[in-house]
């Protein structure tokens, strides 16, 4: 069985500028999370999707965030405009419906310069 | 809101020895309780979980126990490798609010050779 991919694995990037987060889940986990952790803090909840549909976006920092799931398989993360606090590892993880049984992707480590 | 509290944030051991992090938590609906490591470059991987309902739980070298009524919850690693170096988190499951995760903030395990 395939894992969660994530890709980019590194991306560097200047303030005000845009980048695109990508996740692709296990095939078949309705569940769909992401989270951040910004240097040696913990790790945050972001949103969660359900299939396509947005369940929960409470930790979502602001609205230069913006997480879709076309079609309810991979799901993207922009960030527009980059500002430097938002340099951190992002995680994507995917579950069965139920939510237990986490897998995690190894994650996308910005950095905003 | 939801918090995890975990300690300590780094710990050092020699190999063989015991490592011990300990964890509490404020939501009483939470009913599960997983615990990652990771490692360099990956993501968070699922070591051992623990449900409510079980007072601890063991699988080969690592323990976890679980306080309900205090609120309490562990792990326990003994005769430690340096291969069991990483940094490892607690973890609250929020099973009314879609499975989200509260993440504690995480302890470095070095295990010296």
């Known amino acids: 069985e395939a894992g969660v991919t994530q890709f980019p694995s590194h991306s560097v990037i200047e303030k005000g500028q845009t980048v695109t987060l990508r996740c692709d889940p296990i095939s078949g986990h309705d569940n769909l999370y992401w989270y951040r952790r910004v240097m040696g803090k913990e790790i945050k909840f972001l949103l969660h999707?359900?299939?396509?549909?947005?369940?929960?976006e409470s930790g979502m920092p602001n609205n230069r965030f913006l997480a879709e799931r076309t079609g309810g398989t991979y799901s993207t993360l922009k960030v527009q405009p980059a500002e430097l606090e938002d340099s951190g590892v992002y995680f994507c993880?995917?579950?069965?419906?139920?939510?237990?049984?986490?897998?995690f992707g190894s994650g996308t480590r910005l950095t905003v310069v | 809101g939801e918090n995890v509290e975990q300690h300590p944030s780094t710990l050092s051991v020699q190999e063989g020895d015991s490592a011990v992090i300990k964890c509490t938590y404020s939501?009483?609906?939470?009913?599960?309780f997983p615990w990652y490591k990771q490692e360099l470059g990956k993501g968070p991987q699922l070591i051992i979980d623990i449900r409510s309902n079980v007072g601890e739980k063991k699988d080969q070298r690592i323990a976890v126990t679980l306080n309900k009524t205090a609120k309490h919850f562990s792990l326990h690693i003994t005769e430690t490798q340096p291969e069991d170096s990483a940094v490892y988190f607690c973890?609250?499951?929020?099973?009314?609010?879609?499975?989200?995760?509260?993440f504690g903030q995480g302890t470095e395990l070095s295990v010296k050779p």
């Open positions: 993880a995917s579950s069965p419906a139920g939510g237990y049984g986490y897998t």
């Open positions: 939501d009483s609906a939470s009913n599960y």
């Open positions: 973890v609250a499951f929020l099973y009314n609010q879609g499975g989200k995760l509260i």
């Open positions: 999707f359900v299939k396509e549909s947005k369940q929960d």
